[in-house]
């Protein structure tokens, strides 16, 4: 268990974060919390301080806990040199944020939401450098994203600020997600996630297709996350954030995130010619970028970000380079940055707590009022200008020995040290500015010089001591041993390979030290002649923020989405239309119909065409043509029944009764309640969608679509006829077996009811649940509108005048047929129920069959004669008796034959006298519960749509205004 | 022709579902009209005991009402994930329906009536079952869509989805036929088994095969047959959206699962290039064009586009072996991921939700973070598990989605896959913004039942992304022996 200790510091910052919130009502300031929770930080550092002298050199101490163990995803831990470096400085600083937090917001006693999510931040920062494993790393680097957005989104005053903070958060989370995926490819690959497996097989990676894959994910990922150009203009827009915030993340934390999973993963991924270039070229872009904009600042934390940005550059630029010294200058580059940088932001705090403003314009002569906070700040920015005897100056000599080295191939090997050269001068330069805009020169407004003194002890000590490590690291005859050790221990985990270390500031007159000077004097010429060159600056040179491409892509995709949504217009015609098209395509795409149709195999046989069916097919297409080409909605509904008139006529030729009775009523049907839907709609709104439908474009467009879809079905009949089968396949089995097993001599009717009666039963429930559907729909609404029209016209129209559809007065003539017809359709029903099994038809013609004759009435009558007439027409009563009916007859056959459904003859059980060729069966039974059900359901909708309504005021005067805007 | 108990097993949840509410649609006429919860807690009972039911069944393997309907572990798994939608769509509509002035026994009614047509559908092993089970989950959803009539929105939401329906619902009769005309079958054993022989006209059956896609392209709402679901999502009542988002989707790609890869492995080749056209089609359009909403209702909708392209990805290499069981286990873990998901953020959607569609604007969510710190958790929570960032069950799923994919070999659909999902984050952590960094005085209701969904939800997606292991091994074993 000694590999637990791993987990401690997590658990304990997670404990932190627990205590942070249990003193949200306790009412303690600010300053005490901080106290108090700076001790789980402090902890925490001493754990991992602890447990890296339990590693042993050059190894890494893990711990595992199986998370999915079924696809070998676990959660794990991993602590080698590297992670130390990072966890150490993370729980360090850490520390110090905690307490210089709780004295920047002193008495403050809300404050408490800050301090937890400071220590959310620092868990999640911990979990990132010592995971063990790449899903580990994942999990925490969102987290880091995460609680980084509740930081700077802690105070925030105006629009800009928000902005900002999206940005971070959408910036650094997404580059996480392509990040995420780049893992992805290297688990697939390399066959595990936890770092032992992935840095171990590292020649397969590198060696894999995919690799520029996912090395360019993972790059997006970590070049985001560190701010790398051009993605880097989250950071300064972060430092809308509360200081210590900005402190911690942008010092030595968050942003490092991308450099530690570059130098993680370079003993797997480096050591490539697309590494060595990517990360040269964006490093050192960033380091120039980060450097000259940081030049240009006059707010002391923008300033301070900028540089941050320009060191990240150098750090990512080193990983790229394939040489030991490289890495030497890496790790005492985070160190010596880490430390410098985090005193500077704290430092910024408290100058601007002090004397409530950063804007070194108004800032100036503070020396004397803040002899302190002069020496911290002035030892922090002599190491950030990297002058002797400060770390920083080691750093910055390990950097250039590194960029003239010479292993680097040409023209690079002159461009990496001018750059160095260039970046150091103008951080030079930038160092001095915030010393001297702060503490020397004179305050821009002599008359309001600005107040302010230097804070107390607990204030003060948190940047004091990194500015003071890093003056002791420099200033120490004797190398540290142990920190030598360390370093060498971080380095070698990056390099993959043994790295020297020394911590030596003096190492005779060579290269870097010339540089090094030509450095120093060029950026004590920028600082000198800041002021010009300054303005010159910002009148000529442009400013290399690349807002404008992230604005641009995202205000580009907004467009593109706009005009994407624009088809979405909500017109249902224009859905239907790429819905009816991009079924053709994919028929088309997925098998190629041309490549079937070869005409010259092609035998025209028209032995069978007689009369008759050369009747039916000339019905079928001008009456389709028809239907099209009319104006009035009113015959296109006519037209279109017609068409199937026409191809019931077909069927009952080739000859299929069957089919041709079903399509013949079903046709009917429909077309009643189309007619009955249209004299719902007003009649100046249908025309008025008449005429929009006529529109010319349209009709050639219409046309086009339609001819389209029309020749793919016909190829696709065409390909039915000639690749199918001459003979089916499924009708020699119905037909030995329809009588021997159900006693049907009608096989269509044995289908229904027999072999496929379960299909029947769920089929009339389908059936009646549209019903219902309709009812509920329309039910609800004719009560609300109508409660006044309910019983006026049966007053006002004569009894012997009835109105039919579309309120048309009816002739007398039709109402004796009507009267006469009724009657007939249910004896013509029953006889189909009966006979149902030997012939054609069966209870669903039976059912629909009676459903005309009574849409019939409704038609001829009008609504409420026909309800005062056929009252006893009671619907939801057929479908539940029709429902239960077909329920009670299956279980019939589990009780009187040989199970649920199966054949009974009650009459001859009962030995009742029946008319020959009737079978009281339970097959006879099934059939009246569809022909209830159906009737049911088809009245229930008849009646509904049959319902006249009141003049839809809110329709017309939609028309109304429709009309005014033409 | 007998049936045995055998058979009334392989049913048994749906018969029992159904039986229910049929009764349910009597009891209700006797229920008085205030006191309609009653209904509505009949009809969860019902489902939890069909849940019962099905969790009971567990393990067992059989066929039943002559190779028509199945039970296996895979439509356990889904039977499952849809009882619970279906409770979850009831508690999320319990206050809401009260609240709009549109309670009415029915809707509970046909809720049931839609998950048993779910049910039915991923226990279909004969295309016509599956026809009558798209129309027994479908009707009631038209009717439901447009649940709040006389507004107009929802009645023309009810319309749309009905005509446009019905229109690929045809598609589906016309490719079940041409199949039945290829094969001679509609039973998807016997289609495997014509498939093979060399009489078999493959050509008719990949065009039927395809006319089939559409249909269920446009149940999951697969761009381009999506068209309808911004309308349809944003005109119907809330409650009725969370369902349908869920249920449909659950209910399509479990019939997409078992008509395609087990009926037509043979078209694989085909499949997977059409599959994987309208995969990346449908997460790129979903996405890109859900940036530019401000309704978050409309937001959601597109959303919910996006992810059916995500969990389309698990599809695409079915007709490989080697990784096929991956990653549809994947698929069907990301789709349990998806349907908790989307009831909490839709929960959230109906708390903030006032009368005649107020309430509604993403710029309406501002200040939540402020004002009700538990709720814009939640929904902080719902956003990010929809983006797939840590620690939610939508970063789980994607983990293992994207691993699947890579190991199939579509390299290029996981990239967009990750593209899109980069774009994903710009719209869902917006709102997330607009709740913590912007004033405003956002107005909730509280109902208990509500409350309790959306804190579940939210639980739910946090705790099982932590211990997913259980989860990912049911979804793991339901796909075992599919093929």
């Given at each position: 268990m000694q590999d637990f200790i791993l987990a401690l510091p997590l658990l304990l910052l997670g404990a932190g974060t627990l205590t942070a919130l249990a003193f949200s009502r306790s009412g303690w300031s600010a300053s005490r919390l901080g106290w108090l929770l700076s001790l789980f930080a402090l902890t925490s550092f001493l754990l991992i301080l602890y447990a890296f002298t339990l590693v042993p050199s050059g190894k890494a101490l893990t711990f595992t806990l199986p998370w999915i163990p079924s696809v070998g995803l676990d959660f794990s831990l991993y602590l080698d040199g590297l992670s130390a470096l990072f966890a150490l400085l993370i729980t360090g600083i850490g520390t110090l944020v905690v307490i210089y937090a709780g004295q920047y917001f002193g008495g403050d006693a809300s404050a408490w939401r800050f301090h937890a999510y400071t220590l959310l931040f620092m868990l999640a920062m911990l979990g990132l450098v010592l995971a063990g494993d790449l899903i580990t790393l994942f999990l925490f680097w969102e987290g880091t994203s995460i609680?980084?957005?509740?930081?700077?989104?802690?105070?925030?005053?105006?629009?800009?600020?928000?902005?900002?903070?999206?940005?971070?958060?959408?910036?650094?989370?997404?580059?996480?997600?392509?990040?995420?995926?780049?893992?992805?490819?290297?688990?697939?690959?390399?066959?595990?996630?936890?770092?032992?497996?992935?840095?171990?097989?590292?020649?397969?990676?590198?060696?894999?297709?995919?690799?520029?894959?996912?090395?360019?994910?993972?790059?997006?990922?970590?070049?985001?996350?560190?701010?790398?150009?051009?993605?880097?203009?989250?950071?300064?827009?972060?430092?809308?954030?509360?200081?210590?915030?900005?402190?911690?993340?942008?010092?030595?934390?968050?942003?490092?995130?991308?450099?530690y999973l570059l130098a993680r993963l370079n003993p797997a991924?480096?050591?490539?010619?697309?590494?060595?270039?990517?990360?040269?070229?964006?490093?050192?872009?960033?380091?120039?970028?980060?450097?000259?904009?940081?030049?240009?600042?006059?707010?002391?934390?923008?300033?301070?970000?900028?540089?941050?940005?320009?060191?990240?550059?150098?750090?990512?630029?080193?990983?790229?380079?394939?040489?030991?010294?490289?890495?030497?200058?890496?790790?005492?580059?985070?160190?010596?940055?880490?430390?410098?940088?985090?005193?500077?932001?704290?430092?910024?705090?408290?100058?601007?707590?002090?004397?409530?403003?950063?804007?070194?314009?108004?800032?100036?002569?503070?020396?004397?009022?803040?002899?302190?906070?002069?020496?911290?700040?002035?030892?922090?920015?002599?190491?950030?200008?990297?002058?002797?005897?400060?770390?920083?100056?080691?750093?910055?000599?390990?950097?250039?020995?590194?960029?003239?080295?010479?292993?680097?191939?040409?023209?690079?090997?002159?461009?990496?040290?001018?750059?160095?050269?260039?970046a150091g001068a103008l951080i030079l330069a930038q160092a001095a500015l915030a010393v001297w805009g702060v503490f020397l020169g004179k305050p821009a407004d002599e008359k309001h010089p600005p107040h302010g003194h230097d804070p107390h002890f607990a204030f003060w000590l948190a940047p004091a001591v990194?500015?003071?490590?890093?003056?002791?690291?420099?200033?120490?005859?004797?190398?540290?041993?142990?920190?030598?050790?360390?370093?060498?221990?971080?380095?070698?985990?990056?390099?993959?390979?043994?790295?020297?270390?020394?911590?030596?500031?003096?190492?005779?007159?060579?290269?870097?030290?010339?540089?090094?000077?030509?450095?120093?004097?060029?950026?004590?010429?920028?600082?000198?002649?800041?002021?010009?060159?300054?303005?010159?600056?910002?009148?000529?040179?442009?400013?290399?923020?690349?807002?404008?491409?992230?604005?641009?892509?995202?205000?580009?995709?907004?467009?593109?989405?706009?005009?994407?949504?624009?088809?979405?217009?909500?017109?249902?015609?224009?859905?239907?239309?790429?819905?009816?098209?991009?079924?053709?395509?994919?028929?088309?795409?997925?098998?190629?119909?041309?490549?079937?149709?070869?005409?010259?195999?092609?035998?025209?046989?028209?032995?069978?065409?007689?009369?008759?069916?050369?009747?039916?097919?000339?019905?079928?297409?001008?009456?389709?043509?028809?239907?099209v080409f009319v104006r009035r909605d009113l015959y296109a509904v006519i037209a279109l029944g017609i068409t199937g008139l026409g191809v019931a006529m077909w069927m009952a030729l080739e000859p299929s009764p069957d089919v041709a009775l079903v399509q013949l009523i079903v046709d009917i049907l429909s077309t009643v309640i189309l007619i009955l839907s249209l004299s719902l709609i007003p009649r100046k709104l249908r025309d008025r969608a008449n005429e929009l439908l006529h529109s010319r474009r349209g009709m050639v467009r219409d046309a086009l679509l339609a001819g389209l879809a029309g020749l793919v079905v016909a190829g696709l009949a065409f390909t039915a006829l000639n690749t199918r089968p001459r003979e089916s396949v499924v009708s020699p089995f119905y037909a030995e077996n329809a009588k021997p097993l159900t006693g049907a001599k009608d096989i269509v009717g044995a289908i229904v009811v027999d072999f496929r009666g379960a299909d029947t039963l769920m089929e009339i429930l389908v059936f009646s649940l549209a019903g219902l559907g309709i009812y509920t729909l329309l039910h609800y609404a004719t009560r609300k509108s109508s409660d006044r029209t309910r019983e006026e016209p049966e007053k006002r129209l004569k009894p012997n005048t009835p109105r039919g559809v579309f309120n048309l007065p009816t002739s007398p003539m039709l109402h004796t047929l009507a009267y006469i017809m009724l009657p007939l359709a249910f004896l013509l029903g029953i006889t189909h129920m009966m006979y149902g099994h030997d012939q054609p038809g069966d209870g669903f013609t039976a059912g629909v069959i009676i459903s005309l004759a009574i849409a019939q009435w409704y038609m001829l009558f009008g609504y409420y004669e026909t309800r005062r007439k056929l009252a006893w027409l009671n619907r939801n009563n057929m479908i539940a008796a029709g429902l239960t009916l077909a329920v009670l007859n299956a279980l019939g056959g589990a009780v009187f034959g040989g199970g649920f459904f199966s054949p009974v003859d009650y009459g001859r059980m009962l030995r009742l006298p029946l008319p020959p060729g009737f079978y009281l069966t339970n097959s006879f039974l099934f059939e009246v519960s569809i022909a209830l059900s159906v009737m049911g359901a088809a009245t229930l909708i008849l009646d509904n749509l049959g319902h006249p309504r009141e003049e839809d005021l809110e329709a017309d005067a939609d028309l109304a205004a429709l009309e005014e805007k033409q | 022709m007998n049936l045995t108990s055998q058979d009334y097993q392989v049913l048994a949840p749906y018969i029992l579902l159904t039986a229910w509410a049929c009764v349910l649609l009597l009891v209700d006429l006797f229920i008085p009209k205030e006191r309609k919860s009653v209904t509505a807690l009949l009809a969860a009972l019902g489902l939890a005991v069909t849940l019962g039911v099905t969790l009971s069944q567990v393990g067992i393997e059989q066929v039943g009402f002559f190779n028509m309907a199945a039970l296996d572990g895979f439509s356990t798994f889904v039977n499952a994930l849809l009882l619970v939608s279906g409770i979850l769509g009831i508690a999320l509509a319990h206050g809401y329906v009260k609240r709009m002035g549109i309670e009415r026994g029915e809707y509970y009614t046909l809720l049931l009536f839609s998950v048993s047509g779910m049910m039915l559908m991923a226990q279909a092993t004969d295309l016509i079952i599956v026809f009558i089970a798209l129309e027994l989950l479908s009707i009631p959803l038209y009717v439901l869509a447009a649940f709040a009539r006389p507004q107009l929105s929802s009645e023309e939401?009810?319309?749309?989805?009905?005509?446009?329906?019905?229109?690929?619902?045809?598609?589906?009769?016309?490719?079940?036929?041409?199949?039945?005309?290829?094969?001679?079958?509609?039973?998807?054993?016997?289609?495997?088994?014509?498939?093979?022989?060399?009489?078999?006209?493959?050509?008719?059956?990949?065009?039927?095969?395809?006319?089939?896609?559409?249909?269920?392209?446009?149940?999951?709402?697969?761009?381009?047959?999506?068209?309808?679901?911004?309308?349809?999502?944003?005109?119907?009542?809330?409650?009725?959206?969370?369902?349908?988002?869920?249920?449909?989707?659950?209910?399509?790609?479990?019939?997409?699962?078992?008509?395609?890869?087990?009926?037509?492995?043979?078209?694989?080749?085909?499949?997977?290039?059409?599959?994987?056209?309208?995969?990346?089609?449908?997460?790129?359009v979903g996405n890109v064009i859900a940036i530019s909403q401000t309704?978050?209702?409309?937001?959601?909708?597109?959303?919910?586009?996006?992810?059916?392209?995500?969990?389309?990805?698990?599809?695409?290499?079915?007709?490989?072996?080697?990784?096929?069981?991956?990653?549809?286990?994947?698929?069907?873990?990301?789709?349990?991921?998806?349907?908790?998901?989307?009831?909490?953020?839709?929960?959230?959607?109906?708390?903030?939700?006032?009368?005649?569609?107020?309430?509604?604007?993403?710029?309406?969510?501002?200040?939540?973070?402020?004002?009700?710190?538990?709720?814009?958790?939640?929904?902080?929570?719902?956003?990010?598990?929809?983006?797939?960032?840590?620690?939610?069950?939508?970063?789980?799923?994607?983990?293992?989605?994207f691993r699947a994919v890579i190991a199939g070999g579509f390299t290029g659909l996981a990239i967009i896959g990750v593209l899109t999902s980069l774009i994903s984050a710009y719209y869902y952590l917006r709102v997330v913004v607009t709740m913590y960094m912007k004033e405003g005085e956002p107005e909730t209701v509280r109902e208990t039942w509500l409350s309790l969904t959306t804190a579940l939800t939210a639980i739910v997606t946090v705790v099982f992304s932590l211990l997913p292991q259980s989860l990912f091994e049911w979804a793991s074993t339901a796909v075992l022996k599919l093929f």
């Open positions: 609680s980084s957005f509740l930081l700077i989104a802690y105070k925030f005053k105006d629009e800009a600020a928000r902005k900002g903070a999206f940005k971070s958060l959408f910036i650094t989370g997404g580059g996480g997600i392509a990040m995420l995926a780049g893992f992805l490819f290297v688990i697939h690959l390399s066959g595990g996630a936890d770092f032992k497996t992935v840095l171990a097989s590292g020649g397969f990676l590198r060696a894999s297709p995919l690799y520029p894959v996912f090395f360019a994910l993972i790059a997006f990922g970590a070049f985001t996350k560190s701010a790398q150009f051009p993605a880097h203009i989250w950071l300064p827009e972060a430092m809308t954030a509360p200081t210590p915030a900005s402190a911690f993340l942008h010092s030595a934390t968050m942003v490092k995130a991308g450099v991924l480096g050591q490539t010619d697309l590494w060595f270039w990517t990360l040269s070229i964006v490093g050192l872009t960033t380091m120039l970028v980060g450097a000259y904009l940081g030049f240009k600042q006059n707010d002391l934390k923008p300033l301070l970000a900028y540089s941050t940005v320009s060191q990240l550059g150098v750090l990512v630029a080193l990983i790229g380079q394939d040489t030991e010294i490289a890495f030497k200058a890496l790790v005492i580059s985070i160190l010596a940055h880490a430390l410098y940088k985090s005193a500077l932001f704290m430092s910024a705090g408290i100058i601007d707590h002090e004397t409530g403003t950063r804007d070194l314009r108004k800032l100036g002569g503070l020396r004397r009022q803040m002899p302190l906070m002069f020496g911290i700040t002035g030892i922090a920015a002599l190491s950030m200008a990297g002058l002797p005897p400060l770390f920083g100056f080691l750093a910055k000599e390990t950097l250039l020995a590194s960029a003239t080295h010479p292993s680097l191939p040409p023209i690079v090997d002159s461009l990496f040290p001018l750059a160095t050269v260039l990194p500015a003071i490590i890093s003056l002791l690291i420099g200033l120490t005859p004797v190398e540290p041993q142990f920190l030598v050790e360390f370093l060498a221990d971080a380095a070698k985990a990056a390099y993959g390979d043994k790295v020297k270390i020394s911590l030596a500031l003096w190492t005779g007159i060579n290269v870097p030290l010339i540089l090094s000077i030509v450095a120093v004097t060029l950026g004590s010429l920028l600082f000198w002649q800041r002021e010009r060159i300054r303005a010159w600056m910002t009148d000529f040179l442009p400013n290399f923020t690349t807002n404008a491409l992230f604005d641009g892509t995202v205000s580009g995709l907004d467009t593109l989405s706009r005009t994407a949504t624009r088809l979405q217009g909500g017109r249902l015609r224009v859905y239907l239309r790429i819905l009816l098209l991009s079924a053709i395509v994919l028929v088309v795409l997925f098998n190629g119909i041309p490549r079937q149709i070869s005409l010259p195999a092609l035998t025209w046989n028209i032995e069978g065409l007689n009369g008759l069916r050369m009747f039916s097919l000339v019905m079928l297409t001008v009456s389709a043509l028809v239907s | 939401a009810g319309m749309k989805y009905f005509l446009l329906g019905a229109f690929a619902t045809g598609f589906v009769v016309y490719g079940t036929a041409l199949v039945f005309g290829a094969t001679g079958t509609t039973s998807l054993a016997g289609i495997v088994a014509a498939a093979a022989s060399p009489s078999t006209s493959t050509l008719l059956l990949t065009i039927g095969a395809a006319l089939v896609l559409v249909g269920f392209g446009f149940k999951v709402a697969a761009v381009p047959f999506h068209m309808w679901t911004p309308d349809v999502y944003q005109g119907a009542p809330t409650a009725v959206t969370a369902f349908m988002a869920s249920g449909a989707k659950i209910a399509g790609f479990a019939a997409l699962l078992r008509v395609f890869a087990t009926a037509f492995p043979a078209l694989a080749v085909d499949m997977t290039a059409v599959l994987w056209a309208l995969a990346a089609l449908t997460m790129i309704d978050i209702k409309r937001m959601l909708a597109y959303s919910s586009i996006a992810h059916a392209g995500y969990i389309l990805m698990a599809f695409v290499p079915y007709g490989n072996p080697a990784v096929r069981d991956v990653s549809i286990a994947a698929g069907l873990f990301y789709l349990v991921a998806y349907a908790f998901t989307n009831f909490g953020a839709w929960g959230v959607v109906i708390a903030l939700e006032k009368k005649e569609e107020k309430g509604l604007a993403i710029a309406d969510y501002a200040g939540l973070g402020r004002k009700h710190p538990l709720l814009a958790a939640a929904m902080t929570v719902f956003m990010l598990s929809l983006v797939g960032l840590p620690p939610t069950l939508g970063l789980v799923g994607k983990v293992y989605l």
